[in-house]
């Protein structure tokens, strides 16, 4: 939302201050000048992007303009979803995590997480974990190395749209120039004519080098620089799951593995210690009135 936002506000403000000067809108409308500028900067992005990088910087660019998934309350739900799963572990023994971690959709325990369910890459990370815990073999010194060689290589993945954006952007305002140029040729064929018609054309090539110079820092880059921005969130979020399982298989009881995990959130979205506690205590109530009930 706030994407959107900004992108009103700085084409907003650039078209008040230039109405404010009695800038004429039909001087800047230069439809040709878009298609060589913007038609280029694609062209830069198909030549030096694979497919798969491509499809992840439209997905990108799509969640650029939606809200935070990484919120206070995602947090707490996680910690409380991790929690019910280590206390499970705890009670029953790792092996009785099986039925959850295989089919994590039909879990009774984790399908109630719907947002956790639904981030493939986050399931993926704490049921292989947990699966390579329950068949054991590895110590846990080497599965955090592990963990960590696979939040090194998601995080190289997450970069590669992003750095293929800021590419883009850092292309436009030589591109810019290009068009300038074809319309500084384009004026110079036409030298002689009515002054007027000559004015019209510098006009139009000014314009191009304006076009690239503000789709550059106005528009790409800003949108690159906060999708590295929601790459850096994941990052945090895989991080608080990688520090809570392997406090866990450390030894530590499940409610002081998420406190170290509730730790590790950024603390504009981290919650409070009263609020994860009242989480998993409701957890861990939640059972007991069951079963009463029953």
């Known amino acids: 939302m706030f994407s959107i936002i900004g992108i009103v506000v700085v084409f907003g403000c650039i078209v008040a201050g230039y109405l404010m000067e009695h800038g004429s809108m039909k001087v800047l409308v230069q439809p040709a000048e878009l298609i060589i500028i913007g038609g280029a900067a694609l062209g830069t992005v198909l030549i030096s992007n ?4 491509l499809k992840q910087m439209i997905s990108g660019l799509l969640g650029v303009f939606g809200s935070s998934k990484f919120n206070t309350q995602c947090y707490i739900d996680s910690l409380k979803m991790m929690y019910e799963l280590l206390q499970k572990a705890r009670k029953e023994g790792l092996v009785a995590l099986e039925t959850d971690i295989e089919d994590p959709e039909k879990s009774p325990l984790l399908s109630k997480y719907e947002a956790f369910v639904h981030n493939h890459h986050a399931v993926a990370f704490v049921c292989d974990t947990m699966r390579m815990a329950v068949s054991g073999g590895v110590e846990v010194f080497d599965l955090d190395q592990m963990l960590d060689m696979d939040m090194e290589v998601h995080h190289h993945e997450a970069a590669e749209p992003v750095s293929g954006l800021s590419t883009m952007a850092d292309s436009l305002p ?3 120039i290009v068009a300038a140029v074809l319309g500084v040729v384009i004026t110079m064929g036409a030298l002689g004519g009515p002054p007027e018609e000559i004015g019209h054309k510098v006009a139009a090539a000014l314009v191009g080098t304006f076009l690239g110079i503000l789709l550059c820092y106005g528009l790409v880059g800003p949108l690159a620089a906060r999708m590295g921005k929601m790459a850096e969130e994941e990052h945090a979020y895989l991080m608080m799951l990688r520090v ?6 450390k030894g ?3 409610i002081m593995a998420v406190e170290i995990g509730r730790r590790t959130v950024p603390g504009h979205v981290r919650p409070t210690f009263k609020a994860v506690e009242e989480a998993c205590r409701g957890a861990k ?8 009930a029953g």
């Open 50 to 53: 694979p497919v798969h990088t």
């Open 174 to 176: 030589g591109l810019g």
């Open 244 to 249: 809570t399982m392997i406090a866990f298989l």
């Open 252 to 254: 530590v009881a499940p």
């Open 285 to 292: 109530e939640a059972p007991a009135a069951a079963a009463a």
